[in-house]
């Protein structure tokens, strides 16, 4: 050791670890989406790709109002339009290649040296143009120019000098292949995973949002198609263990169609025997409108709850009920409009369903989750409480995971129970929580756990419960009235 004369320094490694905080309501939405519009369709299919405005939404998957045909599109119109919260992160399943159809060819008259094709989904791709006889075939660089207008229609523009006239009296035979939504099934949107080629599709795709966006999935949603039973199970299989270790939640309707449920009273049913009851399911009906739009509403549903989110710290902890939906009225998929009064709506929400009222303007109603009323655990049962579990969790493990491997000792445990804490009274002295605390006990880490490097902490967590019924009682004072006249 060198010989010292002076005052020196040194540093330590700060025993408190400043949280990373998980963003609580990252929407991941699987459904199907106009790529014919983009230049690479290919780019946007079976990836999740994110987006943090409705212009970048549009550039990277498409977009449309046909939310019957393009169903994530009702979630981004729902996200930027109607309540304007980010982030999006898209999974389209609909592939150029495989959900085409062939348009048969027609002819087509040039005015003021353009086409217009009015007709949505066409595909640039296998896109040709030929005289009026079909015998001479137009060069798509030196003949003829393709673009989309801001309806999702096709226009074709003639190349002044090219081989194409622009008379009034010139005639183009066109052929074209265009999108055909129809064809994506449930089993497109549920997906899969092929070890041999490493690919995923439809909702496998959830496990790649933390690799390649190291975002964290908040909640999951699949507008029109999640009213159908196997996609819904499939929803609330991925809400668990995403990428072996992250909770999320997911947003689900109920089938209000003719074959589904068209009347209140029978909601419950329906959802308790397609098995919409986990304490990670937020269970809708009926569907919802703007003007002539119509949403599913768990787009609607999940925009509210990162709207709400955003407003309160993006801490989980208020209710998405009783809040503005911010629609025109509530209808069944045929666009038959459901008015519920509170005790209907109220029935709705003791089966653990929610919904929408009218009430001095339209507002969210219901803060159980689909366990309710199987389970009252209040853990599980409202909604507020079980995304703030969940919420806490992941943001555990973001925080604490660059501490995965350090040595096992005291400083180890008292560096994780004083961050933990300090963070936890944060949380309590803005009221976002009762209370919150870690502990280390020796008698939950027996030496067999030490010795193979496992070690347990005891973490008690309290959010608040909604204030769902509150009661003013209301009595007559006689003697007040004696002696008011004495």
């Known amino acids: 050791m060198p010989y010292t004369h002076g005052v020196y320094m040194q540093e330590n490694p700060t025993s408190v670890v400043a949280p990373i905080t998980a963003d609580s309501a990252v929407q991941v939405i699987v459904g199907t989406a106009p790529v014919n519009l983009l230049d690479d369709p290919a780019s946007a299919i079976n990836k999740p790709i994110l987006v943090n405005t409705f212009a970048e939404a549009a550039a990277k998957i498409g977009y449309s109002d046909s939310f019957d045909k393009f169903t994530l599109c009702q979630s981004i119109d729902a996200s930027f339009r109607v309540f304007n919260v980010a982030p999006l992160v898209l999974i389209n399943v609909l592939d150029p290649d495989t959900h085409k159809e062939a348009v048969e060819a027609s002819v087509k008259t040039i005015s003021n040296g353009q086409v217009l094709i009015a007709e949505e989904g066409i595909l640039k791709s296998g896109f040709t143009v030929k005289d009026e006889t079909g015998t001479t075939t137009y060069d798509i660089t030196d003949d003829y120019t393709l673009e989309f207008n801001d309806d999702g229609y096709m226009l074709l523009k003639v190349v002044t000098g090219g081989q194409i006239a622009t008379d009034k009296k010139t005639k183009l035979t066109i052929n074209y292949d265009k999108l055909d939504p129809s064809l994506v099934d449930k089993d497109d949107i549920i997906g899969g995973y092929t070890a041999a080629t490493g690919v995923y599709k439809g909702l496998e795709c959830v496990s790649q949002v933390y690799p390649r966006l190291g975002l964290v999935p908040g909640l999951l949603l699949a507008p029109g198609w999640s ?46 025997t397609n098995s919409y009851t986990d304490k990670h399911d937020i269970v809708c009906w009926p569907m919802c409108k703007i003007g002539a739009k119509k949403y599913y509403m768990s787009a609607l549903m999940a925009a509210l709850i990162a709207f709400t989110d955003a407003n309160n710290d993006s801490v989980p902890y208020v209710s998405p009920s009783n809040k503005g939906m911010r629609i025109s009225g509530t209808i069944l998929a045929d666009g038959t409009e459901v008015y519920l009064d509170q005790v209907q709506a109220n029935v709705l929400n003791g089966g653990g369903i929610c919904t929408a009222l009218n009430l001095n303007g339209w507002r969210s109603w219901g803060n159980n989750t689909g366990i309710y009323p199987s389970s009252s655990d209040i853990k599980d049962r409202f909604i507020p409480v079980r995304r703030m579990f969940d919420w806490w969790g992941d943001s555990f493990i973001l925080t604490y995971f660059q501490k995965v491997d350090s040595p096992l000792n005291k400083r180890l445990i008292e560096a994780v129970v004083d961050s933990e804490n300090i963070r936890a009274n944060g949380y309590k002295a803005r009221f976002q929580i009762a209370d919150a605390h870690i502990e280390y006990s020796a008698a939950e880490n027996p030496v067999t756990d030490l010795l193979n490097g496992k070690i347990t902490f005891h973490q008690y967590l309290t959010p608040f419960p909604p204030a769902e019924t509150i009661i003013n009682v209301l009595e007559f004072d006689p003697a007040a009235l004696t002696a008011a006249l004495e």
């Open 227 to 272: 009213h159908i039973p196997e996609v819904g199970i499939a929803l609330t299989a991925k809400c668990e263990g995403i990428n072996g270790v992250f909770k999320a939640n997911c947003i689900k309707d109920v089938d209000c169609t003719a074959t589904g449920v068209v009347e209140y009273s029978g909601v419950k049913a329906w959802k308790d």
